[in-house]
């Protein structure tokens, strides 16, 4: 690296970090990109690794080979632990323990969030999540370690344990992920067992507001709804959960009655909030916070006091925009541009400004609602295809685009799954809770 180039530090190399990075692929400036994980990770189609339509790999693409054009970017793997914004530097915890220095003269902060328990972290010893690739694959051996248990067990209670899946938060991710496993149990897996019926699956999605997909419209609430009880998913609204253990959800209903649901498989789909580094950054440049801990930055995306440093994507609120894939990818680019500005290498593109695309959640095969611009709100087999083109459309690599739409026709038509790989290890798991994946957690 050149001694006289400005050093852009990248913290995190999600969408956010990485629409950064490629838009200053041609400055002359130094960019190291420090993450954890060696993927960016396509949060959107994880629920399609957890459910065996899409491999590990499809929806993860390696830092590495995606910045293998940009010599100007180097790529760090390690967990950020500490940054003094005063000093300039950041501390990291290299993945065999040692920690590293760094020195930066513009930090591009953009870590995104971990699962919130409000206030109960004990749950995350009980619950599986849905965050990270380690978080889809515990999953996908969770749901299928399951049914090969039920195809085993003759005690009629806990069979009916192992075949209950609990699903707390009917945002996107509970509603696909219900959507999904309804799909799994109700056709593809059908024909697979002799004992064990896996249409008999219970599929519970529980959450205290009165309806499925809270920031969508209404009308497309509505038709997800429907789809949902269609394929057989318990939805459960208005309903608050008032404890979770190993092995059971306890909840309270719109009339105050309580209940317990005995499930094995319970997912944790309820709340996201700023990561632990987050928290560390605003405490020590004292930025104000929103009530998720997003650090509140200007029309620039910059930390107030500070404006070397820019927080992007879900750990900024800029414009209390919603924590989705767009805002992180729109204000990754115009801070590449505001860079790129204050080095004289183009014209100031101005305050930050959010173009709406849209929003979507898939519901099972064939079925998904999109709201496109606000404007084009489509539900069913129409709003699925557009889903695809639009997921595809972001995953990175031209031969990854026509898998990803292949495999998405392959599960429209055929009735099979490939990736239902359980390993000897996970399936001799039994009981135990997901695992902590401490990162994902704390970091
Ligand atoms: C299950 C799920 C489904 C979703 N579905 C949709 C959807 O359908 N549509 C939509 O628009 N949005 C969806 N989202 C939200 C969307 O994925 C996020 O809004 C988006 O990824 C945010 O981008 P980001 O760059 O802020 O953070 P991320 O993409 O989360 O990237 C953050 C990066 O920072 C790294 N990191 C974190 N902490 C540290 C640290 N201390 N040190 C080093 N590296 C660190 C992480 O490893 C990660 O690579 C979904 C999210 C989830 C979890």
Redesign the pocket.
């Known amino acids: 690296m050149n001694e006289t180039r400005t050093r852009v530090v990248i913290?995190?190399?999600?969408?956010?970090?990485m629409y950064a990075a490629t838009k200053l692929r041609k400055a002359p400036v130094d960019i190291t990109i420090?993450?954890?994980?060696n993927h960016?990770?396509y949060?959107?189609m994880?629920?399609q690794v957890a459910v065996g339509v899409l491999s590990p790999g499809q929806v993860a693409p390696s830092l590495r080979s995606m910045l293998r054009h940009q010599p100007n970017a180097r790529v760090v793997l390690?967990?950020?632990?500490r940054i003094n914004p005063d000093e300039r530097t950041l501390v990291?915890v290299r993945p065999d323990g040692p920690e590293e220095f760094f020195e930066y003269d513009v930090l591009v902060f953009?870590?995104?969030v971990r699962t919130d328990y409000f206030g109960h972290d004990e749950y995350a010893r009980c619950v599986a999540t849905?965050?990270t690739i380690d978080d889809a694959i515990w999953l996908r051996s969770r749901i299928l370690s399951s049914l090969e248990i039920a195809e085993l067990e003759d005690d009629p209670e806990q069979l009916a344990k192992w075949t209950t899946f609990a699903i707390v938060g009917a945002g996107?991710?509970g509603v696909e992920m219900a959507g999904a496993i309804a799909q799994l149990t109700r056709t593809v897996l059908r024909r697979d067992f002799r004992k064990f019926d896996p249409s008999k699956t219970r599929i519970v999605l529980i959450d205290a507001a009165p309806h499925v997909l809270g920031p969508f419209d209404p009308k497309l609430r509505e038709a997800a709804l429907r789809a949902l009880r269609r394929s057989g998913v318990e939805v459960m609204l208005n309903t608050r959960v008032t404890n979770v253990c190993d092995g059971a959800v306890e909840i309270e209903g719109p009339d105050g009655e309580r209940g317990r649901i005995e499930a094995k498989m319970i997912l944790w789909a309820a709340g996201m909030r700023a990561?632990a580094?987050g928290d560390q950054l605003a405490a020590a440049t004292g930025a104000p916070t929103d009530r998720y801990g997003r650090i509140i930055v200007d029309d620039h995306c910059r930390v107030p006091g500070y404006p070397e440093i820019f927080v992007?994507?879900?750990?900024a609120n800029q414009g209390d925009l919603p924590?989705?894939?767009?805002p992180?990818m729109q204000e990754g680019k115009h801070v590449g541009k505001t860079i790129l500005a204050e080095l004289g290498l183009r014209k100031d593109p101005g305050p930050f400004k959010y173009f709406n695309k849209g929003?979507?959640?898939q519901i099972g095969r064939g079925n998904a609602v999109a709201d496109a611009f606000g404007v084009i709100k489509l539900s069913g087999f129409a709003g699925s295809v557009l889903w695809a083109i639009l997921h595809a459309w972001y995953v990175e690599g031209f031969f990854a685009k026509v898998e990803v739409t292949a495999r998405w026709l392959w599960g429209l038509f055929a009735m099979n799954r490939r990736e239902r790989v359980i390993t000897v290890k996970s399936a001799a798991l039994g009981q135990r809770p997901a695992p902590t994946t401490p990162?994902a957690r704390k970091?």
């Open positions: 913290v995190g190399g999600g969408l956010g970090g420090i993450d954890k994980a960016q990770l949060q959107a994880m629920y390690g967990t950020v632990t990291l953009a870590p995104g849905l965050k996107p991710t990561t580094i992007i994507g879900d750990a924590m989705v894939a767009q992180a929003t979507m959640a990162d970091g």
